[in-house]
């Protein structure tokens, strides 16, 4: 069971100018077959897998999901447990104090690869639409817990103008949303 990102693109596109963009941005443009996609898409709409690696778990492509990627710490249950094993308070609160400090780093660490993979997203996005290869990508996250063959259902089609790409959009991506990004008329 995994995230993958999986590209849109219209009949006429130059996919052979769109894969050294591809994959200068670690992406690639591989023809995938699935008939329940593609029979929710647009008329002579060509169907991607982007992903290099096993899968794209973890990518900056709808990071912010709404379930929150942060790991917080629940003071009072730590506190509960270290009393019960006879720690006393100072030590206790000692602790806490060093295990929230880490988490903060580990969060800002976290927060920095995030939005730096956003970054490289919108970067990919812009330059294949500034090649002229192709008036638009659609991208899909899709969590997988099977084949990439398997049936899903789009459940919007958003339509995202060249001058509204940025890393924001990447990370506010939803699952099953396909996100069109376009150049601007």
């Known amino acids: 069971m995994c995230h993958f990102v999986t590209a849109v693109l219209p009949r006429g596109a130059d996919i052979?100018?769109?894969?050294?963009?591809?994959?200068?941005?670690?992406?690639?443009?591989?023809?995938?077959?699935?008939r329940s996609v593609q029979a929710?898409?647009?008329?002579?709409?060509?169907?991607?897998?982007?992903?290099?690696?096993?899968c794209d778990c973890g990518c900056a492509l709808g990071a912010r999901g709404g379930t929150g990627s942060h790991t917080v710490l629940d003071a009072a249950a730590a506190a509960r447990r270290r009393r019960l094993k006879g720690w006393s308070a100072a030590r206790v609160a000692r602790w806490i104090e060093q295990k929230e400090e880490a988490l903060t780093r580990a969060n800002e660490k976290h927060d920095t690869c995030v939005y730096s993979g956003a970054a490289e997203w919108v970067?990919?996005?812009?330059?294949?639409?500034?090649?002229?290869?192709?008036?638009?990508?659609?991208?899909?996250?899709?969590?997988s817990s099977g084949p990439l063959?398997?049936?899903?259902?789009?459940?919007?089609?958003?339509?995202?103008?060249?001058?509204?790409?940025?890393?924001?959009?990447?990370?506010?991506?939803?699952?099953?949303?396909?996100?069109?990004?376009?150049?601007?008329?």
């Open 149 to 185: 063959s398997q049936r899903m259902k789009i459940l919007e089609r958003v339509v995202v103008p060249f001058s509204q790409i940025n890393e924001d959009t990447i990370l506010d991506a939803r699952e099953d949303v396909l996100y069109i990004f376009q150049r601007d008329p």
């Open 40 to 54: 929710q898409l647009q008329q002579g709409e060509q169907y991607f897998l982007t992903t290099r690696a096993s």
């Open 16 to 34: 052979d100018a769109l894969r050294p963009i591809a994959d200068a941005h670690s992406r690639r443009l591989e023809p995938l077959e699935n």
């Open 123 to 143: 970067e990919f996005v812009r330059t294949t639409l500034s090649s002229g290869a192709t008036p638009y990508i659609g991208l899909l996250l899709h969590w």
